[in-house]
């Protein structure tokens, strides 16, 4: 099974990236591994360590004279910011160093500081940050890599910041794929991004941090990955699982899963029509021409786009802080202030991209077999050529 998990914390000297059943034989562009990570860094609202994260991969495994030879793919992005006492690895006497002892709200820090028996949330902090979220990146890059090979393609744009969202027209995956990032909130509809990065200026003259929504579209995908078998085979679970995994991910909606709900049947579903001219493959002829299941049925691919949506809570670091506990002195004080961004949805976005990647490649695997290329084009084609 393809799959992936990472390690390293916020200021350890590196994050690590472990790819394992990675299909062999497939050339893979490091540049390529080092553009998403780079359209992570961006967006309005992000604080001052983006310009401090100039991330680059660096593959330690799994290549061999820049193609993947089956074995498992290592991925190392050194941190930049690095901290004295996450990089020594040896036990540090006390002098030099001071515990955190202040959990702030909103984040991992209580519920860990007790799970993990510290009252130095550090040690838990260091790992929950989202700063882990680049080298989810950079494996995304490496399986959207062996999905584009198959012509299937992501995509995702911002379509809420707070209280403002874009209009009503459903914007075409070309035309996300044009003007998202090019917006400094990756929004496709200027007049919106306008509005958004006012929003994101008025928060952080209040000191405060704004949530949001973006959306994932995967396109060309083949119908029947995932498997309406088993409650853990199917699709649509193990996407809503990689997007909320997102750090400050909330909530998450397929095709038009909450809109839906609101209306009858009989104005929802999407209909199948026949036409013989229509394109080929095992659905040879048949269509729809409305997609409100968001490309899944049953937990299965069923041809037409994936669409995903991810609201994103407002971050929680805020410069004027929440109250809180000191857990060693149990007197009430207010958060840490530290350095944060303001809104982090636009790159929330290109993690969501990456999540979905990681997904759809697993998936991609499992039904046209992983063990290299070769055998995986073999597959694709006589899928392709079967009738139904
Ligand atoms: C790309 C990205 C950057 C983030 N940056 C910050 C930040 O600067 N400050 C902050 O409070 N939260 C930030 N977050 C969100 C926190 O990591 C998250 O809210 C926290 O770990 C708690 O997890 P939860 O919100 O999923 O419960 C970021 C999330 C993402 C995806």
């Not at 080929?280 to 299941?293: D, H, I, M, Q, T």
């Not at 499992?366 to 073999?378: P, W």
Request: overall charge positive.
């Amino acid at each position: 099974m393809l799959r992936f998990m990472t390690a390293g914390e916020s200021h350890g000297p590196a994050l690590i990236g472990l790819i394992e059943a990675f299909p062999a034989g497939l050339e893979l562009s490091i540049d390529a591994i080092d553009r998403e990570l780079t359209r992570r860094r961006q967006g309005y609202g992000r604080s001052r360590r983006m310009r401090l994260e100039q991330d680059r991969a660096i593959i330690l495994s799994g290549l061999r004279r820049g193609r993947t030879i089956g074995s498992p793919i290592a991925i190392m992005i050194e941190n930049r910011d690095r901290r004295p006492e996450m990089t020594a690895g040896r036990l540090t006497s006390g002098a030099s160093h001071r515990p955190i002892t202040i959990p702030r709200p909103g984040h991992a820090d209580l519920a860990g500081a007790i799970k993990f028996a510290t009252s130095d949330v550090a040690d838990v902090l260091e790992r929950a940050s989202a700063r882990e979220t680049a080298v989810r990146v950079a494996c995304g890059a490496v399986a959207r890599q062996l999905l584009d090979h198959f012509g299937i393609r992501i995509v995702s744009h911002t379509i809420a910041i707070g209280s403002v969202g874009i209009g009503r027209k459903r914007h075409t995956f070309e035309e996300i794929v044009i003007a998202a990032d090019g917006s400094p909130v990756r929004c496709v509809e200027a007049a919106a991004a306008a509005r958004m990065v006012r929003a994101i200026q008025a928060a952080k003259k209040d000191k405060d941090s704004l949530g949001g929504i973006f959306e994932v579209r995967a396109t060309g995908l083949p119908i029947g990955l995932g498997s309406n078998a088993q409650w853990y085979t199917r699709l649509d679970g193990a996407l809503a699982a990689a997007i909320m995994s997102i750090p400050s991910v909330k909530g998450v909606e397929i095709g038009e899963g909450f809109s839906c709900s609101r209306r009858r049947g009989s104005l929802v579903h999407d209909a199948v029509y026949y036409d013989p001219r229509q394109s080929g493959g095992p659905a040879k002829g048949l269509f729809r021409k409305s997609n409100a299941a968001g490309g899944l049925e049953g937990g299965m691919t069923n041809g037409a786009e994936i669409v995903l949506r991810a609201a994103c809570k407002p971050i929680a670091t805020l410069r004027d802080p929440l109250a809180t506990i000191d857990l060693t002195a149990k007197t009430p004080v207010r958060a840490m202030v530290t350095r944060a961004d303001v809104c982090i949805v636009p790159a929330a976005g290109v993690v969501g991209e990456a999540m979905t990647a990681m997904v759809l490649a697993s998936a991609f695997t499992d039904v046209f077999g992983g063990d290299s290329l070769h055998q995986m084009e073999e597959n694709v084609r006589s899928y392709r050529q079967r009738e139904l």
